[in-house]
């Protein structure tokens, strides 16, 4: 039995080795896994500028053109068996198996450098058990096929330092504007400790947590007696001079960017899960840098910096699609969250121009007119809603829709809703884009639903481009390393809107800020009526919560999102913020564009006519006060035009 025994026990060794043997021949007869050029991706602008490349450097310096102490605190941080193992450390995996057992969990890792070198050039980073297979089928032809001295001169090129930095020569020279043959034990050891985790390991970031993460890289090289306890001393007490940050402005502004590109990317069919075989893609995008680079710095000069509050911004070509610019937030550095492409949240009026537009398409024009009261619905199971204008201002007479729109009036909003019933909105709001959930109440048309910022944009882009449904994109075009086209963008529109009633609506919405619209109130954007240079379609959205500006022309669609991530209420002094982010935006886009504003013609089979414009009845053109309003030829108003609540059905009670 015993013999038998140890027969077994040969036989599976004698197989294991047999199969390892196996695995090696294939691997070293099979063509050379290049490591120099895989997985790269390199990020284009509109101008064919670089702005981001992963996984490939722009200077790769060899291992003797390294510091010695950035060389050994890597290793000594990251796999101090490198130099011994086989591309897998199997005491150190069984060591930790045990702690993270013993402490209910995963606290400790046991990658070597060689399988995080694999992770980085060939795999993405979902947790599922096929990326795992394919990290240690990866790590073992990387070892087969490359010296050890190869393999840490690749890992120290191609790993992220933080702030958009890949490889040990470009982190060296932001952060400390040297080679980095040139870092010292202090320098060295500060970006060795950043690669764990660059958004909370960075020194220009949390000073305090690099410290601590540098005390650790440290006490490793004097427990494995690379320096003693005096040189640790000197180097933790050495005072770091950085100069990369006065360039985390730029960067700031292009992470949130470069993040949404990356996850379009995921979305492509013809891009391979794998660019192993395409040996690095080169992506072209629709990123004008200049609108991005003003984009945030109107951001940061409209937002104080002792706020908490967040933002977010798109500004897209309507006619195209092609995203120009994105913020996702304030500081990607101090949140990485993308609440551009991400976060969904409560529109506010900013709803109201879907509705409008259904107005206009079921027989409404700019003068039909509603009674701006205060105003309680009763429906058939006797529930009541009672909506209220801001600062619970009313007319107390019939308004036009060019008035409703003006004051962003909620009671003229919530009579027209409920007369068009909720369908109309709700099939206008599908027809352009929106996706998201809306539900069939009352308060449908006040945006108490939550969208997206993208998603927004989007629709919107169908008035901007006179009834054209668009697909919002970031990526152009996409390359292999062979300059073979994987992917090109295609400028697909489907017509869903029409364009005489899209052109009236357009014109509508510039009312958001015409003095001519001052009376019992006053249009919502009144402030801007002196700080456009150009015409521009606008509206606005407020909750308690949360504050948009959208507008738009025929060159370019803007939308804007301020409030907190928590949810709290904003201050009266916080509802500025979006405004001033969007019109300086607009503003300087249309300025570099240098060519006439981007206006409409007014179609054929519309006609202008001269308005009161708060009531909308027709005046002479001696009128003290009066509006040129366009409406479909044979709709223009007359002086005997009753109000809808005269004739609709529409049940309310003051």
Not at 237 to 259: A, I, K, R, V
Request: hydrophobic share 35%.
């Amino acid at each position: 039995m015993k013999k038998l025994f140890f027969r077994l026990i040969k036989l599976m060794v004698f197989l294991f080795i047999l199969m390892i043997g196996s695995i090696y021949f294939y691997i070293k007869t099979s063509p050379k896994l290049e490591i120099n050029s895989a997985n790269s991706l390199v990020l284009y602008d509109n101008q064919q500028n670089v702005f981001f490349q992963g996984n490939e450097s722009k200077e790769w310096v060899h291992l003797n053109e390294i510091s010695k102490y950035l060389v050994q605190s890597t290793i000594y941080t990251e796999d101090k068996n490198f130099y011994q193992h086989h591309g897998f450390d199997f005491l150190r995996i069984l060591k930790a198996t045990y702690i993270n057992i013993m402490n209910g969990s995963t606290t400790q890792g046991a990658s070597t450098i060689t399988q995080q070198y694999a992770k980085n050039l060939f795999l993405d980073f979902d947790k599922t058990w096929k990326r795992k297979w394919d990290e240690m089928w990866y790590t073992m032809r990387i070892e087969a096929n490359y010296s050890k001295n190869e393999i840490l001169e690749g890992y120290l090129n191609t790993i992220n330092y933080g702030h958009g930095k890949f490889g040990i020569e470009n982190a060296s020279k932001f952060y400390f504007g040297k080679s980095a043959k040139n870092l010292d034990l202090a320098e060295a050891s500060i970006l060795t400790g950043i690669p764990k985790s660059p958004s909370n390991y960075s020194p220009l970031i949390d000073f305090d947590l690099a410290k601590k993460r540098q005390l650790i890289v440290l006490d490793l090289l004097v427990k494995n007696n690379i320096i003693t306890e005096e040189e640790k001393k000197k180097a933790y007490q050495e005072e770091l001079h950085f100069s990369g940050q006065e360039n985390q402005e730029q960067l700031n502004t292009l992470m949130y960017y470069q993040d949404a590109v990356l996850k379009e990317l995921k979305t492509i069919d013809s891009i391979p899960e794998s660019y192993t075989d395409t040996k690095g893609l080169k992506i072209y995008t629709n990123l004008d840098l200049a609108t991005q680079r003003h984009l945030e710095k109107t951001i940061q000069e409209s937002i104080p910096d002792t706020s908490s509050i967040e933002t977010a911004a798109v500004m897209m070509n309507p006619n195209t699609g092609a995203i120009v610019a994105l913020v996702g937030g304030r500081d990607y550095h101090r949140s990485s969250f993308n609440r551009a492409t991400d976060s969904v949240r409560q529109v506010g009026s900013t709803m109201k121009p879907y509705l409008y537009y259904a107005a206009l398409e079921n027989g409404f024009t700019s003068s039909s007119a509603f009674t701006s009261e205060a105003t309680t619905f009763t429906f058939q199971n006797q529930d009541n809603y009672s909506p209220k204008n801001y600062n619970d201002t009313y007319g107390n007479k019939p308004i036009s829709m060019a008035t409703a729109i003006a004051y962003s009036e909620n009671i003229y909003a919530v009579k027209t809703h409920l007369f068009l019933g909720s369908d109309a909105l709700i099939n206008v709001a599908r027809r352009v884009g929106i996706t998201a959930k809306l539900e069939d109440i009352p308060s449908l048309p006040l945006g108490t639903n939550e969208i997206s910022i993208i998603e927004m944009a989007s629709g919107y882009s169908a008035f901007a481009n006179m009834g054209y449904k668009i697909s919002p994109h970031l990526i152009d075009k996409v390359v292999d390393h062979d300059g073979k086209v994987l992917y090109q963008a295609k400028d697909e529109k489907e017509l869903v809107l029409n364009s005489s009633l899209t052109f009236i609506l357009n014109n509508l919405l510039t009312v958001t800020y015409d003095p001519d619209f001052i009376d019992y109130n006053y249009p919502t954007a009144i402030s801007l009526s002196s700080k456009l240079s150009h015409k521009y379609a606008l509206k606005s959205g407020t909750t308690n919560s949360d504050n948009w500006n959208i507008g738009f022309n025929s060159d370019i669609v803007c939308a804007v999102w301020v409030g907190y991530d928590n949810n709290q209420a904003l201050s009266t002094s916080e509802y500025k913020y979006a405004q001033n982010i969007w019109y300086q935006s607009v503003e300087e886009y249309e300025k570099n564009k240098g060519t006439d504003e981007g206006w409409y013609t007014m179609p054929d089979n519309v006609s202008a006519v001269l308005v009161d414009p708060i009531s909308g009845k027709p005046v002479s053109d001696d009128a003290g006060k009066k509006k040129l309003m366009y409406f479909i030829k044979g709709t223009e108003p007359s002086s005997t035009d009753q109000t809808f609540d005269e004739k609709s059905s529409v049940k309310q009670a003051t």
